[in-house]
């Protein structure tokens, strides 16, 4: 499986920004799905962007639309989350995710790679 390498994270005010990037390493075949989710203490994991890396095609969740934009850049090796006008709901580990499963490549999907994590906090 592909190798992610997350960073960005970090500690902000309320209506701040960071940019989390995750860097895709050692891979045969370049994933053709990639995703953010994040995990608050006592919270489920929930996946708040997904990209179709052949087309650039997005989704991304209801609680982050208009503020959370995914985006690779132009060598398909770095998956990015812009992260504006953020919460304190936001806090959370955030995860990089790819090699999707099987299926459409959506905010449904499971993928089998998973990063280390980083920390986001908005207070």
């Known amino acids: 499986h592909v190798q992610l390498v997350e960073s960005g994270g970090g500690s902000v005010q309320t209506g701040e920004s960071l940019r989390l990037s995750c860097r895709l390493i050692?891979?045969?075949?370049?994933?053709?799905?990639a995703a953010w989710f994040r995990q608050a203490p006592g919270k489920e994991r929930e996946a708040v962007a997904v990209?179709?890396?052949?087309?650039?095609?997005?989704a991304h969740a209801d609680s982050v639309t208009a503020r959370f934009t995914i985006s690779q850049d132009d060598d398909k090796n770095t998956i990015f989350l812009q992260m504006n006008n953020l919460r304190p709901e936001d806090s959370a580990m955030y995860y990089c995710?790819?090699?999707?499963?099987?299926?459409?490549?959506?905010?449904?999907?499971?993928?089998?790679?998973w990063g280390q994590g980083t920390q986001v906090t908005v207070s």
């Open positions: 995710a790819a090699d999707h499963e099987s299926g459409p490549c959506n905010l449904a999907a499971e993928f089998a790679a």
């Open positions: 050692e891979y045969t075949t370049k994933p053709a799905c």
């Open positions: 990209i179709f890396t052949v087309t650039g095609r997005t």
